[in-house]
């Protein structure tokens, strides 16, 4: 068998064989071969190795398999950097006669081979150009024999370089030896987006990595069950709504709404799965995750719907509740004082009648006319308790008795809101249940009697001073209502004011 080693050249496509021919050359070291087109210089990228002869002649075809010179010495480098110099001081004179003659192409780069005898020009173009007369303004130009070589856009990207979308530099500079072809079939099958800007490289053809995972997506689809099949759980159906191919594991959502992972070397098939398979003439894909797999998962949320599966099947017990345990509230059974009937039925004490102070502290009962009954009053030897009640008055006092005179009784000291004209809240009403109180305007029209009073307290609402009544028990005097903070006090407005409140 044939032995080969692969050498790189700068603007070549694709690694080239060679015979080493007794050199020993190994990878990473020059050598000067012999081309087609005359001496070169170039990097061994693997060593020497045998090849059988359909490899060989699958690889170069007909061509004649050429011999590796020698390895390169430090003249033959420093030559090398000198040629590559002037190749990239000529680019600019290229770019300038192309652009002279009007031709549509671009131009790449400028290389002279290794002899220093010919020049070869390399450009990019859609189209086939007529490029005899820029060949002659190129000899004059450079003084050697000018080679042109068209080259495509995905040469011109190795030949340039550049990065990708990954941020690393283009796989076709740095290790690709050759340019395969790529189709949409392939960003379809690995479930990329059908967008020319995400699946494009610098070049503007289709990435080359596309092939990379090419094949092992085709693998795992053709092994793996469809997108949105239905597959039989311990915890009901399951439907398959995604693939990770890389790891070959597969995402179930459930009815309940929850998802898990699976991978597919751990579903199983069923006897349906295989008969269709029979019937069919296709592999037989699994449609079943066992139990033993479940558990397996490290998901709280499918331990959790596990262990109640098992405790509606009756598989394990419901835990009784630890008495020890500080987390477990023990219930508390609430008595209802009805009378003392059930306390006296089953034997126990009757409860003693509550003070004012824990009948205050109780929740209050709201009291409704018609409801029957008045306030219960605190007893003369206990302390009486405050109470309070938003923005509405309490007042404490006897009703009056029948000859007209008011008896009194001690007062509990309440919090009343001020209001203009009442004195500093002087005049209390008289004590009465909360919604038994008649309203400011019946309440002057009942202690009152005549029907100009009755007009005239409408006009001029007066606040009527409770506990302290006429001798007759007739309506006491009212009071005149002073104005407040006017501008002057004897204008037109302070007399209205005066002769508006005054009462004969």
């Keep these: 068998m044939p032995t080969v080693i692969p050498v790189k050249f700068t603007y070549a496509a694709r690694d080239l064989w060679f015979d080493p021919a007794g050199t ?12 087609e087109r005359g001496q070169e210089i170039g990097l061994v990228t693997e060593d020497a190795r045998e090849v059988s002869g359909e490899e060989l002649e699958r690889t170069i075809g007909h061509a004649t398999l050429r011999d590796v010179v020698r390895i390169a010495t430090d003249e033959d480098l420093d030559r090398a950097d000198e040629l590559a110099r002037r190749g990239e001081e ?25 002899d220093g005898e010919k020049a070869v020009c390399y450009f990019a173009a859609e189209e086939r150009v007529d490029f005899r007369q820029l060949v002659r303004d190129l000899s004059r130009e450079f003084h050697v024999r000018i080679d042109m070589r068209q080259i495509g856009v995905r040469e011109e990207a190795a030949i340039v370089g550049g990065y990708g979308h990954c941020g690393q530099e283009l796989c076709c500079r740095r290790f690709a030896t050759s340019f395969d072809p790529v189709s949409i079939r392939m960003a379809k099958e690995q479930d990329l987006p059908l967008n020319s800007t995400k699946i494009s490289g610098a070049c503007g053809r289709l990435m080359c990595c596309l092939r990379y995972e090419f094949e092992a997506y085709r693998d795992f ?15 009901g159906k399951a439907k398959i709504i995604e693939y990770d191919t ?12 929850k998802q898990l992972r699976v991978a597919l070397a751990d579903m199983t ?13 296709c592999p037989c894909r699994p449609d079943t995750v066992t139990r033993e797999v479940l558990d397996r998962l490290e998901s709280p949320d499918v331990q959790m719907a596990l262990a109640e599966l098992d405790r509606k099947n009756g598989v394990v017990p419901e835990p009784a509740p630890d008495a020890s345990d500080i987390f477990v509230e023990p219930k508390r059974k609430r008595r209802r004082a009805s009378g003392g009937a059930p306390a006296a039925e089953k034997g126990e004490r009757p409860a003693a009648p509550a003070s004012s102070e824990e009948t205050g502290a109780r929740r209050r009962r709201k009291r409704r006319p018609g409801d029957g009954g008045a306030p219960a009053q605190p007893a003369p030897e206990a302390q009486p308790a405050v109470t309070r009640r938003r923005r509405h008055h309490q007042a404490a006092a006897s009703a009056p008795a029948e000859g007209g005179q008011a008896a009194q009784a001690p007062q509990q000291p309440v919090k009343r809101t001020r209001r203009p004209g009442d004195k500093g809240g002087q005049a209390a009403q008289a004590a009465a249940p909360r919604g038994m109180q008649p309203s400011r305007r019946k309440r002057a029209s009942q202690q009152g009697g005549a029907q100009g009073e009755k007009d005239q307290q409408r006009r001029a609402p007066q606040h009527m001073a409770g506990g302290q009544q006429g001798a007759e028990g007739g309506a006491p ?12 006090k004897g204008g037109p407005g302070a007399e209205g004011a005066a002769g508006g409140g005054s009462a004969e």
């Design 24 to 35: 020993g050359a190994q990878e990473g070291d020059h050598v000067i071969c012999r081309t």
């Design 90 to 114: 000529s680019m600019p004179a290229f770019r300038r006669h192309v652009e002279a003659s009007g031709l549509d192409m671009k131009p790449v780069g400028v290389e002279y081979l290794f």
């Design 221 to 235: 689809k053709s092994r793996a069950p469809k997108r949105n099949a239905v597959i039989d759980t311990p915890l």
């Design 246 to 257: 890389p790891k070959e594991r597969l995402t179930l959502r459930l009815e309940s709404g």
């Design 269 to 281: 098939a069923s006897e349906a799965a295989h008969k269709k398979s029979e019937e069919l003439g």
């Design 477 to 488: 005097k009212p009071r005149r209502r002073r104005r407040r903070g006017g501008r002057g």
